[in-house]
Structures are given as C-alpha cells and as structure tokens.
C-alpha cells in the first residue's frame, strides 16, 4: 500500500487499483482485470481492518485470493525489473511516476 499509494488521499481505492493495474500490465484488457482484483482485495482489507468483517466466507475468500495474486504479481514485477524498484525506492521518482499515471500521460 506504501509503495502504491497516491499523492492524496481521495479516491484512495480507485488511485491505488490504478496504479497496480499500470505496474502490472501494458495490456488494456489486463489492466482492467487487476484493477477489479485490487479493488475486490481493497474492499475486504478496508471491511477486515475496520472492524466490518460481517461478510459470507465466500467474499472474504475472495477478495484474500485476489490479494494474495496482486501480491504475488508485483513481487515477481520488482524481482525482474531492478531499475522499476529503483523508482520505488526514490521518493520524488515514485511521486512523479504515481502523478504521470493519475494525469494518463503513461
């Protein structure tokens, strides 16, 4: 969440689930389907943390799988692309690559 969060804090599901689905894929198709696992992940981790865990077993299991393969996704992104971490661990890099993907101007 740390490394994908956006600039501020409005629309904080939809920023991040935008910027997951651009980390990993090119392909608009595939973007879409990361954005909807991020936000189905995002909904149950919100519901899970604050306290709203009343959810059949269904929809937490789930949004948990979904989870479990963004994060496996954007590990194995880091892990085979050193100079895309880079950016990551440069703060004003990671906030400028995060503001060029809210604007769509990559």
Do not use: C
């Not at 935008?18 to 519901?47: G, H, I, P, Q």
């Not at 299991?61 to 692309?81: C, H, Q, W």
């Amino acid at each position: 969440e740390v490394l994908l969060a956006p600039l501020t804090q409005g629309e904080l599901t939809h920023q991040i689930s935008l910027n997951v689905a651009w980390l990993l894929s090119t392909d608009k198709s595939e973007r879409k389907l990361f954005y909807e696992k991020m936000k189905s992940f995002y909904s149950v981790r919100s519901r899970v943390v604050h306290g709203q865990v009343e959810m059949d077993y269904e929809t937490l299991e789930d949004g948990l799988r979904a989870g479990y393969d963004i994060l496996t996704a954007i590990l194995r992104k880091f892990v085979t692309k050193p100079s895309l971490l880079a950016i990551f661990n440069n703060e004003a890099a990671r906030k400028n690559l995060l503001s060029n993907i809210a604007l769509g101007l990559i």
